[in-house]
């Protein structure tokens, strides 16, 4: 992981336009959509990614305006995407302003383990990642186009053709 700043800042910015380009698939009626009664519907999955980033840099003593973790998501799926949008680009501005190279080595304690300020963003990122995959196979459900992510999509490559 690395100790630039400027690099780290630049990762969470693609992940997070990677993570806009997915919510701008989804529609209203497909946040309902879930595998069982049990598991998290596709907006509620969106959601943790909204609710998940002021959490987990709140550790870091960084305050990032956002929703709470226990806050109902919207029911408008461009709503979320806003939502979304504004925390992450708060969430980069917090970092921009707050921390140095120097300080990304700083440790904290971030649900019982001891992670850098680095290792705390990796993880988030990761988090993210994870969700969005889960995210995809909801959407394929729903009947939703997937877009582009690392490479191009089956949806992408069928229209093409």
């Given amino acids: 992981m690395n100790g630039n700043l400027t690099e780290?800042?630049?990762?969470?910015?693609?992940?997070?336009?990677?993570t806009e380009?997915?919510?701008s698939q989804l529609t209203d009626a497909s946040l309902n959509q879930r595998v069982t009664a049990k598991d998290r519907s596709l907006g509620e999955m969106a959601w943790h990614l909204v609710t998940s980033i002021p959490q987990m840099l709140r550790y870091l003593g960084l305050e990032v305006p956002g929703p709470a973790t226990h806050e109902r998501p919207p029911s408008s799926a461009?709503?979320?995407r806003e939502i979304y949008r504004q925390v992450s680009q708060a969430a980069l501005m917090a970092m921009a302003h707050s921390w140095t190279d120097t300080s990304l080595s700083e440790?904290?304690?971030v649900y019982g383990y001891r992670w850098t300020k680095a290792q705390t963003v990796?993880?988030?990122l990761f988090h993210q990642t994870h969700h969005r995959g889960a995210m995809t196979v909801l959407m394929r459900q729903a009947g939703?186009?997937?877009?582009?992510?690392?490479?191009?999509?089956?949806?992408s490559q069928e229209s093409r053709t």
Avoid: C, N, T
Wanted: proline share 6%; hydrophobic share 45%; glycine share 6%.
């Fill in 8 to 18: 780290l800042l630049g990762y969470f910015k693609l992940e997070a336009r990677i």
């Fill in 21 to 23: 380009k997915l919510l």
């Fill in 78 to 80: 461009q709503e979320l």
């Fill in 107 to 109: 440790v904290h304690e």
């Fill in 122 to 124: 990796w993880a988030l």
């Fill in 144 to 155: 939703l186009k997937l877009p582009d992510i690392y490479g191009p999509s089956r949806d």
